[in-house]
């Protein structure tokens, strides 16, 4: 038995959208995450487990680097290394960004762990609609 959190663990914490956004002109959000706490070493393991296959091996995060804590600039995962990066960029303050050579990128909107189970639904439920990011309203 593994210490690797189940996909079911994580069913009400991620919420993917129908469309990954992977082109056009508009920047879409591909998903959102309600992690338990900003410690990206402790949450990123059982993020990218619940993650689907065809995302392939992410390999690097950017995250906003005011709010996330972080140890060193990468953590492993399963049998590889993942590249943790930071960014002091405000557009990037809740949104957390996976990347895959060759396959893409994917943001995901970040729900602020302390959010309560109903907040963060309506949240995640808001952020996986069919509306480019650049269009939903704050």
Do not use: K
Not at 13 to 41: E, F, H, N
Not at 89 to 97: K, M, Y
Not at 110 to 126: D, G, H, L, Y
Request: charged content about 20%; aromatic content about 6%.
């Amino acid at each position: 038995m593994t210490g690797a959190p189940s996909l079911h663990s994580f069913a009400a914490r991620l919420r993917l959208g129908a469309q990954p956004g992977q082109g056009g002109a508009v920047r879409r959000i591909d998903g959102a995450w309600w992690p338990r706490s900003y410690d990206l070493t402790a949450e990123l393991p059982g993020l990218l487990a619940a993650l689907p296959l065809r995302w392939g091996h992410v390999t690097s995060v950017l995250v906003n680097g005011a709010m996330w804590s972080l140890s060193g600039d990468g953590t492993p995962v399963g049998d590889r290394q993942v590249r943790m990066r930071r960014t002091g960029s405000p557009r990037a303050e809740d949104t957390v960004c996976l990347l895959t050579p060759g396959q893409g990128r994917w943001d995901l909107l970040v729900v602020p762990p302390a959010a309560t189970a109903e907040e963060a639904e309506r949240i995640m439920v808001t952020a996986t609609a069919e509306t480019p990011l650049a269009g939903r309203p704050v």
